[in-house]
T-cell receptor, first 113, second 115 residues
């Protein structure tokens, strides 16, 4: 049981490049989400999914796309990276019930130059 | 309007003392949940404790307890007998309503435990 895994751990992109951050969980959780954490800040929700084929926007969705083709995977795509997207990205998953904590992945530190 | 407010950017506490980290929240929902997470310098997010809006008892998990004052909309984290390993960032977060687990986080409090 690996929990929530994220790849890569670190990434440097040039402005305008695209990439996909990978997230997978092996706990059969219905709910998955992506957050970003900027320096000195709390986490902010980018996109989330309540099940395969269902996604929705969070607080800061601009510049990011997601899809959920399986229960296990929830990739985050940056279509054209911008310096403002320099951040630490966390993927999280949980049961779709009110009292369950979210399990967070280890994070991906992304720098856009 | 900020939904989660943590007014203490940093706190310094002597080892073995108890410490209270403040969190106030703003919501018009009757059903909501409050979470505390710890983020050590290694960066991972560690779940500490959860309080539901309908829970009548304050939540406790080992050395952690949540002082839930619904009328004041506060959900302070109390750490008893602090340890050096408690030094970290602490985030309060809220889930509004039932269903999807969308969390709104505060800006965090950096706790430093001095030997």
């Amino acid at each position: 049981n690996a929990g929530v895994t994220q790849t890569p751990k670190f990434q440097v992109l040039k402005t305008g490049q695209s990439m996909t951050l990978q997230c997978a969980q092996d706990m059969n959780h219905e709910y998955m989400s992506w957050y970003r954490q900027d320096p000195g800040m709390g986490l902010r929700l980018i996109h989330y999914s309540v099940g395969a084929g269902i996604t929705d926007q969070g607080e800061v969705p601009n510049g990011y796309n997601v899809s959920r083709s399986t229960t296990e995977d929830f990739p985050l795509r940056l279509l054209s990276a911008a310096p403002s997207q320099t951040s630490v990205y966390f993927c999280a998953s949980s049961r779709l019930a009110t009292s369950y904590e979210q399990y967070f992945g280890p994070g991906t530190r992304l720098t856009v130059t | 309007a900020q939904k989660i407010t943590q007014t203490q950017p940093g706190m310094f506490v002597q080892e073995k003392e108890a410490v209270t980290l403040d969190c106030t929240y703003d919501t018009s929902d009757q059903s909501y949940g409050l979470f505390w997470y710890k983020q050590p310098s290694s960066g991972e997010m560690i779940f500490l404790i959860y309080q539901g809006s309908y829970d009548e008892q304050n939540a406790t998990e080992g050395r952690y307890s949540l002082n839930f004052q619904k009328a004041r909309k506060s959900a302070n984290l109390v750490i008893s007998a602090s340890q050096l390993g408690d030094s970290a960032m602490y985030f309060c977060a809220m889930r509004e309503g039932a269903g999807a687990q969308k969390l709104v986080f505060g800006q965090g409090t950096r706790l430093t435990i001095n030997p």
